[in-house]
């Protein structure tokens, strides 16, 4: 994973050295949707397996808006909401019923998106633009489902709290489609993701946990002025 990661940067460097000294000095206004599948291990309080592992496609839809600071630089902020799905199989206690353990198939975690980050944008051709951005995002979950293993019964909880904190790379290529509109697809590359534990597996919900492997896609539409 961190060689796959100063790949990326070596890439982004190598583009940016390779750009056309045009700047984009338009702020922006932008529609994301990120796609991210992570490869997770965890231990188990429950059950004969304490050690499991798993993968997750998780996605979510955000507007950030975008503004020019100095050449080709901008700050960026933005909220959206980001659905994160484990496809884990791990022993829960159902709220229904007393000492009765469950296992999940998969669980979902419905989340509040906030979004900082800090990028460069600049012109490579007559109708293309290269953009990244390095992002921290904060998830707060508002709502949680349990789907259990035998697809007979779904819980689900609407407890409040931040779920996790993403420290991200995005680089992306920008098509004009019109005088104010672009579309983009670009790599979304977690560089340090931090999930909190669950107190539905009986863990503690101060403790944290990364997944070995997390890599994403995204594409936008992105409204110039």
């Known amino acids: 994973m961190k060689r796959s990661i100063l790949l990326s940067l070596m890439f982004v460097t190598y583009l940016v050295g390779f750009s056309q000294t045009d700047y984009a000095e338009t702020n922006e206004l932008s529609f994301n949707l990120p796609i991210l599948y992570n490869k997770t291990t965890i231990t188990n309080v429950y059950g004969p397996t304490r050690q499991i592992s798993g993968t997750g496609i998780s996605s979510g839809i955000n ?13 960026q902020i933005g909220l959206g ?43 490579i051709g007559k ?22 293993r035998d697809g007979q019964n779904i819980t689900e909880t609407k407890y409040q709290y931040q779920f996790a904190s993403i420290l991200s790379v995005t680089p992306s290529f920008q098509r004009t489609i019109s005088d104010k509109i672009k579309i983009s697809t670009g790599i979304v590359i977690p ?21 070995s492997f997390h890599l994403g896609i995204q594409i936008g539409v992105h409204y110039h002025f």
């Open 81 to 123: 909401y980001f659905a994160q799905n484990f496809s884990l199989r791990r022993p829960y206690e159902d709220s229904d019923f007393i000492l009765l353990l469950r296992t999940t198939r998969k669980y979902t975690y419905h989340c509040l998106e906030r979004l900082l980050g800090l990028g460069y944008k600049s012109m």
């Open 191 to 211: 560089v340090i993701t931090s999930w909190k534990k669950d107190i539905r597996f009986d863990e503690n919900r101060n403790d944290t946990y990364s997944p």
């Open 63 to 75: 507007i950030s808006y975008k503004k020019i600071i100095s050449n080709g630089i901008y700050v």
């Open 127 to 148: 109708k293309y633009f290269f953009d990244v951005s390095a992002n921290y995002h904060q998830l707060r979950t508002f709502k949680q489902k349990y789907f259990s």
